[in-house]
């Protein structure tokens, strides 16, 4: 099977993380600023970082209207954190100028989790994840408020005041986590990541 080429949104954020652990997971990574990059990507991750920022940028940068047109067309994509706000269909307190890519029915709440000083770490069973719990470290993070029909509810916090709320989703070829996989070393998100991308090449 040839290699698939997974794109890292490189407009702002955690950008680096992810190329390493993509690399790590044997695909061909690269960074996507470009419309002519986008096209070549078999997959795209929208890496944490400021969503509202990112929104803006992909504006900017003439990203907006060709991502939309490949998401539609079943371009399989991850989003972490900022990236799981901008592939939701419903964001609740953001800035009213912010845009999102519905590519996922669901319904997130910005900076849920509290400010900087209120991240955490913890430990999370995610379906469709072998070995064991995942460490899923949260910073100024989303969570999903509701999902639709069509949703897969892949994880959800244990215990602590934010008990039941859903961190990990999957909706056919996208797949997002409040949680920033990229910063733990491991790399079994990103592994099912490239597994949906090679399913959907």
């Known amino acids: 099977m040839t290699t698939p080429t997974i794109g890292v949104l490189a407009l702002q954020g955690d950008v680096r993380e992810h190329l390493a652990a993509l690399t790590e997971c044997g695909v061909r990574a690269v960074g996507v600023r470009r419309p002519s990059e986008l096209a070549d990507v078999d997959g795209l991750v929208l890496p944490g970082g400021e969503s509202t920022t990112m929104s ?13 047109e490949r998401i539609s067309g079943g371009l399989p994509v991850f989003g972490s954190c900022a990236g799981m706000i901008l592939l939701a269909s419903g964001i609740l307190d953001t800035r009213p100028d912010a845009v999102h890519l519905d590519a996922l029915d669901i319904t997130v709440r910005r900076n ?60 056919g070829p996208a797949l997002a986590t409040s949680f920033h996989p990229e910063v733990t070393g491991d790399l079994r998100i990103h592994r099912l990541f490239a597994e949906i991308v090679r399913e959907h090449a």
Request: aromatic share 6%; net charge negative.
């Open 56 to 68: 803006k940028l992909l504006a900017v940068f003439d990203l907006l209207d060709p991502l939309r």
């Open 112 to 171: 849920a989790f509290g400010r900087q000083v209120d991240s955490f770490e913890t430990d999370l069973d995610v379906t469709g994840v072998a070995g064991g719990p995942v460490r899923a470290v949260f910073i100024r993070a989303p969570w999903v408020e509701r999902t639709g029909p069509d949703v897969e509810v892949l994880g959800a916090v244990k215990g602590g005041p934010a008990d039941g709320r859903i961190v990990a989703v999957r909706q």
